[in-house]
């Protein structure tokens, strides 16, 4: 029987929140770990997806922020946990939450993907614990939004996915801005790839609890590996689908992710998709879609393979196998979680059946092959109770908004190297007509003449001319202000292959002397 979260040590007023969500005893790695992570020491945490690592190290940092209060500043966080996803990030977030607010602490969420004006102002009016991807944290630091000089406890999850993502060098620039000594908690399924390196070089005589072999993450759940022809993959795909609890089928790209979501919504079963093409507020939308119940099946790529965590989820298909067996542990890991039961099935062509075999050896498993038709027993067994067929609904297109058209002698055409349009001389279109095609960028949120000799017209590849465009680099680092805003343009750009000036030049001479009533003629 495990021990009470009382019996453990964690303050009455986090038990009374664990309790009112339903948590009444601790699960093995929280009953291992909280001893020591209440304590302050630092540990190094090993245990199967879905074992209850997220309030494993929830619980011990709320706990030691609300022992010692401070005033919050504005950009110095007490406390920082950071982890490779978004969706991931935000999992996190969602546990943090009722634990902070029954502490008196402020918590925010950083990560890509979004505009950075609401992280920066959380950060400006001061925050406790920050739960954050390392990319976007790096960009705040380098910006100096976030400053770590006064953490107290730093957090790092799924630490295997950070070295499989190629995350680890930025993980420790950041950490190399933490203060030292201060109380470092790192849980990870493996030790591999430079996760060991990050253990030796920042966490201090740390206490080590290992709970379940990494391989046991899939022990626990019905496997099955229905070998078919592929002509009739799709439609065991269909049927697989069409029970009536949640189930997750694993793409390998983006694309067939977003195609089979929508096939399979219009034969009736509800679907979403969930891949790194999505808008964070898609992402979010389709999530809260599949959590609801509005949507059955969640058709994604490995994005959804940590992070997500969705109660009876009962069936994992691997419609694409993945290409090794970590990915196959995690992606299996969104059913039977925190000791629920699940299924999991891998769709195999038969030319597939060695690298499956590899796979599953990988993944410490055996797991029988079975040739199956779309008639089979078995897989009626697992599909269970057949759904009612739901009507398809197209998803509303968003309304494309209306081109602010200007009068016809003041148009775009009406300045020198301007769009041209019906305004350019002789009905010849400018140069500029090219990138509103490409860019769909407006002029009128450039600067007036008198400026830049390009202020009214885009630069070459779309873009604006230094206005709005993020820094180099591809990062968000300044995508919400202006970027070289000072900078003077060319002097004596030479003109292309057309004759037209370089982006920056000077105007056209001819076009100079000519008066506005030509112009607009």
Same mark, same amino acid.
């Given at each position: 029987?495990?021990?009470?979260?009382? +019996?453990?040590?964690?303050?009455?007023?986090?038990?009374?929140?664990?309790?009112?969500?339903?948590?009444?005893?601790?699960?093995?790695?929280?009953?291992?770990?909280?001893?020591?992570?209440?304590?302050?020491?630092?540990?190094?945490?090993?245990?199967?997806?879905?074992?209850?690592?997220?309030?494993?190290?929830?619980?011990?940092?709320?706990?030691?922020?609300?022992?010692?209060?401070?005033?919050?500043?504005?950009?110095?966080?007490?406390?920082?946990?950071?982890?490779?996803?978004?969706?991931?990030?935000?999992?996190?977030?969602? &546990? /943090?939450?009722?634990?902070?607010?029954?502490?008196?602490?402020?918590?925010?969420?950083?990560?890509?993907?979004?505009?950075?004006?609401?992280?920066?102002?959380?950060?400006?009016?001061?925050?406790?614990?920050?739960?954050?991807?390392?990319?976007?944290?790096?960009?705040?630091?380098?910006?100096?939004?976030?400053?770590?000089?006064?953490?107290?406890?730093?957090?790092?999850?799924?630490?295997?996915?950070? +070295?499989?993502?190629?995350?680890?060098?930025?993980?420790?620039?950041?950490?190399?801005?933490?203060?030292?000594?201060?109380?470092?908690?790192?849980?990870?399924?493996?030790?591999?790839?430079?996760?060991?390196?990050?253990?030796?070089?920042?966490?201090?005589?740390?206490?080590?609890?290992?709970?379940?072999?990494?391989?046991?993450?899939?022990?626990?759940?019905?496997?099955?590996?229905?070998?078919?022809?592929?002509?009739?993959?799709?439609?065991?795909?269909?049927?697989?689908?069409?029970?009536?609890?949640?189930?997750?089928?694993?793409?390998?790209?983006?694309?067939?992710?977003?195609?089979?979501?929508?096939?399979?919504?219009?034969?009736?079963?509800?679907?979403?998709?969930?891949?790194?093409?999505?808008?964070?507020?898609?992402?979010?939308?389709?999530?809260?879609?599949?959590?609801?119940?509005?949507?059955?099946?969640?058709?994604?790529?490995?994005?959804?393979?940590?992070?997500?965590?969705?109660?009876? /989820?009962?069936?994992?298909?691997?419609?694409?196998?993945?290409?090794?067996?970590?990915?196959?542990?995690?992606?299996?890991?969104?059913?039977?979680?925190?000791?629920?039961?699940?299924?999991?099935?891998?769709?195999?062509?038969?030319?597939?059946?060695?690298?499956?075999?590899?796979?599953?050896?990988?993944?410490?498993?055996?797991?029988?092959?079975?040739?199956?038709?779309?008639?089979?027993?078995?897989?009626?067994?697992?599909?269970?109770?057949? &759904?009612?067929?739901?009507?398809?609904?197209?998803?509303?297109?968003?309304?494309?908004?209306?081109?602010?058209?200007?009068?016809?002698?003041?148009?775009?055409?009406?300045?020198?190297?301007?769009?041209?349009?019906?305004?350019?001389? #002789?009905?010849?279109?400018?140069?500029?007509?090219?990138?509103?095609?490409?860019?769909?960028?407006?002029?009128?949120?450039?600067?007036?003449?008198? #400026?830049?000799?390009?202020?009214?017209?885009?630069?070459?590849?779309?873009?604006?001319?230094?206005?709005?465009?993020?820094?180099?680099?591809?990062?968000?680092?300044?995508?919400?202000?202006?970027?070289?805003?000072?900078?003077?343009?060319?002097?004596?750009?030479?003109?292309?292959?057309?004759? &037209?000036?370089?982006?920056?030049?000077?105007?056209?001479?001819?076009?100079?002397?000519?008066?506005?009533?030509?112009?607009?003629?």
């Amino acid at each position: 029987m495990t021990a009470t979260f009382s +019996a453990l040590g964690v303050p009455e007023n986090i038990v009374n929140v664990l309790a009112d969500l339903g948590i009444e005893s601790a699960f093995p790695i929280q009953e291992a770990t909280l001893p020591s992570t209440l304590a302050g020491g630092d540990v190094l945490g090993r245990g199967q997806t879905g074992s209850g690592k997220t309030l494993a190290f929830s619980i011990p940092m709320v706990a030691r922020l609300a022992q010692r209060p401070q005033r919050r500043k504005a950009r110095f966080p007490r406390a920082l946990i950071m982890a490779p996803t978004r969706e991931l990030a935000t999992q996190i977030a969602k &546990a /943090v939450d009722p634990l902070a607010a029954a502490s008196g602490l402020r918590t925010t969420v950083i990560y890509g993907g979004v505009a950075q004006s609401r992280q920066e102002k959380a950060m400006n009016e001061g925050v406790d614990i920050v739960i954050a991807c390392p990319g976007r944290l790096d960009d705040l630091i380098k910006q100096k939004v976030v400053d770590l000089s006064q953490l107290e406890i730093s957090i790092l999850d799924e630490a295997d996915h950070m +070295a499989d993502m190629g995350f680890l060098p930025v993980v420790r620039r950041i950490m190399d801005r933490m203060p030292t000594g201060i109380q470092h908690m790192l849980f990870s399924a493996t030790l591999d790839n430079g996760v060991d390196k990050v253990v030796k070089r920042y966490l201090s005589n740390p206490t080590i609890h290992s709970v379940d072999a990494p391989e046991a993450a899939v022990n626990t759940m019905e496997h099955h590996v229905f070998v078919i022809p592929a002509d009739d993959k799709k439609e065991l795909i269909r049927i697989l689908a069409q029970g009536t609890g949640r189930r997750i089928m694993f793409m390998r790209t983006k694309h067939h992710a977003k195609k089979m979501a929508i096939a399979l919504s219009k034969a009736g079963v509800p679907s979403v998709d969930l891949h790194g093409n999505l808008s964070q507020n898609a992402r979010d939308r389709n999530l809260a879609a599949f959590s609801s119940g509005e949507a059955k099946v969640l058709v994604a790529t490995d994005v959804a393979a940590r992070g997500v965590h969705v109660d009876g /989820v009962e069936l994992v298909v691997h419609v694409d196998p993945p290409a090794e067996h970590k990915a196959y542990t995690h992606r299996s890991g969104r059913t039977a979680r925190a000791g629920s039961s699940g299924t999991v099935v891998t769709i195999c062509t038969p030319d597939q059946q060695g690298d499956v075999s590899t796979l599953l050896r990988q993944a410490g498993l055996k797991v029988p092959f079975e040739k199956v038709n779309l008639n089979s027993a078995v897989v009626a067994d697992v599909v269970g109770e057949v &759904a009612a067929p739901v009507a398809y609904v197209a998803p509303a297109q968003p309304k494309a908004s209306p081109r602010k058209r200007t009068s016809a002698g003041a148009g775009n055409g009406s300045s020198r190297g301007g769009n041209g349009g019906n305004g350019a001389r #002789g009905g010849r279109p400018g140069r500029g007509a090219r990138s509103e095609d490409e860019g769909q960028q407006s002029s009128n949120r450039r600067p007036a003449r008198g #400026g830049s000799a390009n202020a009214e017209r885009p630069a070459r590849g779309g873009h604006s001319a230094n206005a709005e465009r993020p820094s180099r680099g591809g990062h968000n680092a300044n995508a919400e202000r202006p970027s070289g805003g000072n900078r003077a343009p060319r002097q004596g750009g030479r003109g292309d292959s057309a004759g &037209a000036p370089a982006g920056g030049g000077r105007s056209r001479g001819p076009r100079r002397a000519s008066s506005p009533a030509t112009r607009s003629r």
